[in-house]
């Protein structure tokens, strides 16, 4: 059974991350600080958290004790590469929009305190960011499900094979 726990603080993690990069993508492009880098690498280090407890409790797939032969066990290991996949596409995303904005409001006092151009600074990084915060989420739950009831149980490697060697 999966834990309750990991699965209500991993939930907690990830509406945190997504609540700071819905007031990243409400701000628009105007920047009067430079809280959209802060938030950016807040977003990083919350979705960072969310796989290490993920990974954590689930011995990361290939720690932990043999799953049992079964269709968790199938979906675990998809779900499992499915996660990894979207994590490394959200954490780049959030890497490279924070980047990115750390780069344009560090320069922008040299060009003369303007507001930057739609052309010079990406708004949909930070909504990519947020699309595949939510699959990761949304992923690494379910692959940690899937894990529990694959690991629910004994494996079934002690039943009786048929052939009695002691009636010979």
């Known amino acids: 059974m999966a834990s309750k726990l990991v699965l209500l603080l991993v939930f907690v993690l990830d509406l945190i991350l997504l609540d700071s990069l819905l007031l990243l993508s409400r ?31 689930s011995r990361c ?6 799953m049992r032969p079964s269709g968790a066990r199938v979906w675990a290991i998809v779900l499992f590469i499915t996660c990894w996949v979207f994590f490394l596409i959200a954490e780049i995303c959030l890497l490279a929009g924070s980047v990115r904005n750390a780069y344009h409001t560090k320069y922008r006092r040299y060009m003369g305190g303007r507001n930057l151009s739609c052309e010079t600074l990406r708004k949909g990084v930070f909504g990519a960011g947020a699309a595949f915060v939510v699959l990761t989420g949304i992923i690494s739950e ?5 894990y529990s009831r694959a690991n629910d149980g004994q494996a079934s ?12």
């Open 27 to 57: 701000g628009g492009l105007l920047y009067d600080k430079d809280i959209a880098t802060g938030l950016g690498a807040g977003s990083f280090l919350f979705l960072l958290i969310s796989q290490i407890v993920i990974m954590a409790a």
């Open 61 to 66: 797939l290939c720690c932990g004790r043999a």
């Open 142 to 146: 379910l692959y940690y499900v899937s």
């Open 157 to 168: 490697y002690n039943k009786d094979t048929g052939i009695r060697m002691g009636n010979l």
